[in-house]
């Protein structure tokens, strides 16, 4: 069993920063995959940005070179740096783990940390 621990968050005006933490706490597990994911009011949830196990990164289109995702692997930490933030980034954002448990794929998912963007 994994528990994912979110920390950062928050209300920031648009055009500002925010960092967001996410720590996998556990015993036996590997990470194939960890990141961020969100979903605003009335959306479907959509990825944010994803880092895998060799290090490949993914980000979704919105993007735009805005976030910044990162890992510590000594602490199975993952930390997401949004910078040049908008409104239209207010969400929940959710920590994500992919690993594999007897072989099969298992998603764990922390509770989600609130994001809002507003003058």
């Known amino acids: 069993q994994v528990q994912l621990v979110e920390s950062g968050g928050g209300l920031v005006e648009p055009g500002g920063s925010l960092r967001l933490s996410c720590e996998a706490v556990g015993s036996s597990f590997s990470i194939n995959v960890m990141g961020w994911y969100r979903q605003a009011p009335g959306k479907t949830r959509e990825l944010v940005a994803t880092?895998?196990?060799?290090?490949?990164?993914k980000y979704g289109e919105f993007v735009e070179g805005r976030f910044t995702i990162s890992r510590d692997s000594t602490k199975n930490t993952v930390a997401l740096q949004m910078d040049s933030l908008k409104p239209e980034d207010t969400a929940v954002y959710y920590c994500n783990l992919l690993t594999f448990e007897t072989y099969k794929p298992v998603d764990y998912w922390g509770r989600g940390t609130q994001v809002t963007v507003s003058s």
């Open positions: 880092i895998a196990g060799g290090g490949r990164l």
